[in-house]
C-alpha cells in the first residue's frame, strides 16, 4: 500500500489539470455567441478529476454517451485537440466525462449517482444555491467523495463555469470569466 505522502505527488499535477478543463471550459462559455437567444443551448460539459479509476461504485454508463478517445485520450497531450473534442462533446453527449489524476480521459460517459449519509455524511450538510441544476447539485456532492479530487462543470443554460472541490464550489458566471484578462469587445 503506498504511503500518503506518495500518493499525494502521484496527484500533484491535479490543480494544472484542472486549471486545463477549467479554461477549455471558459473559452468554450466565450466563443458562445447566442446564450440570449430562447431555445438555445449552448455547450455543457461535466469533468470528474478522480485519484482512482474505480468509479464504477457510483456510476452508471450513459450507453452511446462516449469520449471519442481516438481522437483526444489525455488531457494534456495537446491543447487544441482537447478544446476541439471537448466542444464537439458539449454540443452532442450528456453525461460526466471521467478524468484520472494523469490526465487520461475514460471513453464511457456516466451517470453519476448521489452519495447517500451513509456513503458521504457530509451530503446531508449541503446549502444548494438557487442556480444550480441536476449537474452542478451532482457535481458539489460528488466532489465530496474520497477519490475525486475536482468536478468542473459548463451551463448549458448561461456559460456559468464552477470548479468544486470536497464540497465547496468556486463559481464564475460567464461575465465575470476571465477576470482582468478578460477580452473586452
Not at 505522502?5 to 486549471?19: F, R, T
Amino acid at each position: 500500500m503506498e504511503e500518503l505522502d506518495e500518493v499525494l505527488d502521484k496527484y500533484a499535477n491535479s490543480q494544472d489539470l484542472m486549471d486545463q478543463i477549467r479554461y477549455v471550459a471558459e473559452t468554450l462559455s466565450l466563443n458562445f455567441d447566442r446564450w440570449e437567444e430562447p431555445y438555445v443551448s449552448g455547450p455543457g460539459l461535466y469533468f470528474l478529476v478522480i485519484a482512482e479509476t474505480d468509479f464504477e461504485s457510483y456510476t452508471d454508463a450513459l450507453g452511446e454517451n462516449v469520449w471519442p478517445v481516438d481522437r483526444c485520450k489525455v488531457v494534456s497531450d495537446s491543447a487544441e485537440k482537447f478544446r476541439q473534442v471537448a466542444k464537439d462533446v458539449a454540443f452532442s453527449r450528456d453525461g460526466a466525462i471521467i478524468v484520472t489524476g494523469d490526465g487520461t480521459i475514460q471513453r464511457q460517459m456516466v451517470r453519476v449517482r448521489s452519495p447517500n449519509e451513509t456513503e458521504v455524511p457530509e451530503v446531508a450538510d449541503i446549502d444548494y444555491p438557487d442556480w444550480m441544476g441536476t449537474k452542478h447539485m451532482s457535481a458539489l456532492e460528488t466532489s465530496l467523495r474520497d477519490n475525486v479530487l475536482w468536478a468542473v462543470t459548463l451551463s448549458e443554460e448561461d456559460g456559468r463555469v464552477t470548479s468544486y472541490l470536497n464540497g465547496t464550489y468556486q463559481d464564475y458566471p460567464r461575465d465575470e470569466i476571465g477576470g482582468r484578462w478578460r477580452p473586452h469587445g
